[in-house]
């Protein structure tokens, strides 16, 4: 789906008024969500943690179509950076939307996986993510805000790659996690659920494959026999973070295409 003719042709904005902070928000399934979240009338804070020309270019991308965005430059694992960050955003206000994106990964297996490596994973990955929700969360339960929390899984989470010991893992914790805080939050209306995303093309692949790798891995490995586009994930983003959903509540929503169908771990 092209994502600028999608936010074009919106003719409701259901967000209109909310504000959404996107950790990882200016590539791939991130600036996909900025898209259409801002598309459909949310100011968006877009996090980076270091590409300032591809966060520049996302913003001017959005500001271009019309929308209402900004950068917010911050390091997930860094706990003193996620407060910094979330002092900026809170400065108007609980915020209504938060999108858990950001990840760290490498590749390494588990005989060759050191401490400082699933350290960092579990930095970034499990305990930047927590700081964030806690955070956002305290500060819409006080400002009573039907706040939406929507976390950026994968697969990794549930099946062992033999190449993945620390990513693996601490996508694991991560959805423990997600069910861990959704519970105590809806008590405050506040919905937590996560998306279990499938192979999809993005910047972030291309450290690990060609495209050319991607496509022909993807028809022999999912059901669907292609990768997804980010847009497709974002939309299931969207719908987490829309009222369509309103009865989703610590769930971990698939969408891989089938991949958890017939699951193999050779990608």
Not at 85 to 100: E, P
């Amino acid at each position: 789906m092209n994502v600028g003719l999608h936010t074009e042709m919106s003719n409701t904005e259901k967000f209109n008024g909310q504000r959404a902070l996107i950790t990882g928000g200016t590539k791939g399934i991130g600036k996909a969500t900025a898209l259409r979240l801002a598309g459909q009338g949310a100011h968006v804070y877009l996090n980076y943690a270091a590409s300032q020309a591809d966060a520049e270019e996302t913003l001017a991308e959005l500001q271009a179509l019309g929308h209402s965005a900004e950068l917010l430059q911050a390091d997930i694992g860094d706990p003193e950076q996620v407060a910094a960050l979330l002092k900026k955003t809170h400065a108007d206000g609980a915020l209504d939307m938060l999108i858990c994106n950001a990840a760290y990964s490498t590749k390494v297996p588990f005989v060759e996986t050191d401490h400082s490596l699933l350290q960092r994973s579990l930095e970034v990955n499990v305990l930047g993510n927590f700081n964030l929700i806690q955070q956002a969360g305290r500060a819409m339960s006080e400002a009573g805000v039907n706040g939406r929390i929507v976390i950026s899984s994968s697969p990794h989470g549930s099946l062992v790659f033999p190449d993945a010991f620390a990513y693996d893992v601490s996508k694991a914790a991560l959805n423990h996690l997600m069910r861990c805080v959704a519970l105590p939050l809806i008590d405050a209306g506040i919905r937590v659920n996560a998306v279990d995303i499938g192979w999809t093309v993005t910047p972030g692949e291309r450290l690990f494959t060609t495209e050319a790798e991607q496509h022909e891995m993807s028809q022999k490995v999912i059901p669907i026999k292609r990768s997804a586009e980010a847009d497709e994930i974002a939309a299931v983003i969207e719908f987490l973070c829309s009222e369509e959903s309103s009865y989703i509540v610590g769930s971990l929503v698939g969408a891989d295409g089938g991949f958890s169908l017939r699951p193999s771990t050779l990608v």
